[in-house]
């Protein structure tokens, strides 16, 4: 299924969209909002559009070419060096989010030689992993700002860019609810505001019509401002699709890599940044490279945090590169990274941001990314929507976890934040999506989980070339909607690397696309399931044996993922790629044992050890008290939502 033949139409053709008004064709309204597609579940949506099985081989062109590979990549870097003869780089990329990915992507259409380094064991590690996936169109930004200037020129990208990469991407569109005529004012200001950032299409629904769109929404809605063009894409996918295709086209990728020092000889704009990082291992795998431990006492160990509660690292070796142009997209370390050439403009004040994530009974809840009107502090709200692989998501909260102490002038830890009790949080997400969606079952909760926002001190996103430093540009400290944004930045950093003097010329053999790691199924249709573990490779066939049941992931896929690109070596890794262990059980040993099956997978197609292959970090940002739910957890959830009680968070909104 990695070719799956070319498009003889453009899905541009495809839309079901009236653009002169907002409004859908009364034909489609049906179609599209009383039965609501599944990504992968019969079908796919390639930008923006929904295709059947039966169109996907016909219509998606997923060339892929040079994507597949007999074996997988070393560990902790990919098979590429991209370094010119003298060891060199043209540009270096700190952090492979969705930013960072993003950038590489583009750089990789050229000839310049570009080297990713990111601390985690994997790209798309921290903030970009836990949020909501939503392309905003950019209505609710404020005009004149970096957030204003990138959100919906982003925006407009994601349907052409789905159709090379295929990460999934829907156009679902959003409604912001009001409830009171103050609310509709609100609606009023936020229609104009999106018109001055240029954003198209947006229209005011009233209460007849809203419910004929979202039927559960709560019936004390009386209108809603509806943006056609925001759309729904799953975060980590998106940002593997970007990172797999860089590579694929000769960006050189080393993950581990924790940058500590940057340096530079003289001011002058032709003049190399060194750039200091400490590359780490796990323990047992450092213990057998004789190269690393000779090197690491000098260098210490690791310990890193990509998102709340995971720490991961272990001993460490220095490591030096040499780049002319250096572009900073460290997310939440971001500050940490500017300060390293003189750059202390800007702080990063992390915002917890907890979810709950509901199965997929409950996803018909919603058929938009619904939002509550406006918060004037803290943003956008907590809000309810269907992710595109059909679960319903709450949240997320907006905590702050710093605070100014008054007497010293510095950030400190909130110490509120930090100990607030994982019930209170619960029960928050709870009591506000309620207002949104009455009648959402909570018992049939499956998963919770935190990201960190890179919020800072400016109140924007910091972007574009430092001033005294010839070469080195900030792409930091980038918040929501920085997904939606990604695209439209990616695109001015390439151009504010022509105007510091980088070369950019066209490879003429860049391949612009990339095949979609899954297939789509209908039913378990050619699908081989082993309930024993011990029968785990009983199916000889890998396109049909089943290593994860709630999700239908096949071995071929898991061994798919693990020769792309990118290196592999944990079960978290093929979870983002797969969704092996995101389903109904979360990977219930006494379920089907899908984790110990992909850990086997990778064992084999890695050569590690089985014992030495990553797996699922607990408790990470869990709020439930164990991996897998019993009855009495989800009976617990209930309560808290049944219950009725108001809740107030410290740094949160009211």
């Not at 990063?348 to 709950?356: A, F, L, N, Q, T």
């Not at 009974?361 to 918060?375: D, I, N, Q, T, W």
């Not at 969704?579 to 997978?601: K, S, T």
Request: aromatic content about 6%.
């Amino acid at each position: 299924f990695h070719h799956l033949g070319n498009r003889t139409d453009s899905t541009e053709n495809l839309s079901i969209w009236n653009w002169g008004d907002g409004r859908m064709d009364d034909d489609t309204m049906d179609k599209v909002h009383n039965k609501r597609n599944v990504h992968g579940d019969g079908g796919l949506y390639v930008g923006g559009v929904w295709l059947d099985t039966s169109e996907v081989a016909e219509r998606i062109k997923a060339r892929g070419d040079g994507a597949h590979h007999d074996r997988p990549c070393e560990r902790s870097q990919s098979r590429v060096c991209a370094a010119k003869p003298d060891g060199s780089y043209d540009v270096i990329i700190i952090g492979a989010g969705c930013i960072g990915s993003a950038i590489a992507r583009e750089l990789s259409k050229t000839t310049a030689s570009v080297l990713i380094l990111e601390a985690a064991d994997d790209v798309t590690q921290g903030a970009t992993k836990g949020n909501s996936g939503i392309v905003h169109a950019g209505f609710d930004d404020k005009p004149g700002t970096n957030r204003a200037k990138y959100c919906w020129p982003g925006n407009q990208l994601f349907p052409a860019l789905d159709r090379e990469l295929h990460f999934g991407f829907e156009r679902a569109g959003s409604l912001v609810i009001a409830k009171t005529d103050d609310d509709v004012k609100a609606l009023v200001e936020l229609m104009a505001r999106g018109k001055k950032n240029g954003v198209k299409n947006l229209r005011i629904v009233l209460r007849e019509e809203l419910l004929l769109l979202e039927p559960h929404v709560d019936k004390d809605a009386i209108a809603a401002l509806l943006a056609p063009d925001a759309g729904t894409i799953t975060p980590y996918e998106y940002t593997i699709a970007l990172a797999e295709n860089a590579v694929q086209n000769g960006v050189e990728l080393r993950l581990r890599r924790e940058v500590v020092a940057i340096n530079k000889r003289g001011a002058g704009a032709g003049e190399l940044f060194s750039v200091e990082a400490r590359h780490w291992e796990t323990p047992s795998v450092a213990e057998k490279l004789p190269a690393f431990q000779a090197a690491m006492d000098a260098a210490g160990g690791v310990a890193w945090s990509p998102s709340p509660g995971t720490v991961m690292g272990g001993p460490a070796v220095r490591e030096v590169y040499r780049a002319r142009h250096v572009i900073n997209a460290g997310g939440c370390v971001s500050d940490k990274i500017a300060a390293m050439v003189g750059d202390t403009s800007f702080k990063v004040k992390p915002r917890m941001g907890e979810y709950i994530l509901l199965s997929k009974a409950e996803g018909p809840k919603s058929r938009h990314v619904l939002f509550p009107a406006p918060h004037p502090v803290y943003g956008k709200g907590v809000i309810v929507q269907t992710t595109l692989w059909g679960n319903l998501i709450l949240g997320p909260t907006a905590r702050d976890t710093l605070k100014k102490d008054e007497a010293s002038g510095e950030y400190v830890v909130d110490q509120a934040v930090r100990d607030e009790k994982t019930d209170d949080i619960m029960a928050y997400i709870l009591m506000k999506c309620r207002k949104l969606v009455p009648n959402f079952n909570a018992g049939n909760t499956i998963h919770t989980f935190a990201g960190v926002r890179a919020k800072n001190t400016t109140g924007d996103w910091v972007i574009g070339p430092l001033a005294g430093v010839p070469g080195f540009i900030n792409a930091a400290s980038i918040d929501s909607p920085g997904i939606a944004a990604s695209p439209a930045i990616a695109l001015d950093i390439v151009t504010m690397l022509q105007a510091a003097g980088l070369q950019t010329i066209p490879d003429p053999k860049f391949i612009p696309y990339r095949a979609p790691i899954f297939r789509p199924k209908d039913g378990y249709k050619g699908l081989k399931m082993t309930p024993d573990i011990e029968d785990a490779w009983s199916c000889k066939d890998p396109r049909s044996n089943v290593v994860c049941k709630c999700e239908r992931v096949t071995e071929a896929e898991v061994v798919d993922a693990c020769r792309r690109s990118l290196p592999i070596d944990s079960t978290q890794a093929i979870r983002k790629r797969t969704r092996a262990g995101m389903g109904h059980c979360q990977g219930d040993p006494d379920n089907y044992c899908c984790e110990q099956r992909v850990a086997a997978i990778i064992a084999r197609e890695t050569g590690l050890a089985y014992e030495e292959v990553g797996t699922r970090p607990w408790p990470a940002s869990s709020m439930m008290p164990k991996r897998i739910f019993d009855k009495a957890d989800l009976q617990h959830v209930r309560e808290l939502n049944e219950d009725g009680r108001s809740v107030t968070l410290a740094g949160a909104a009211l």
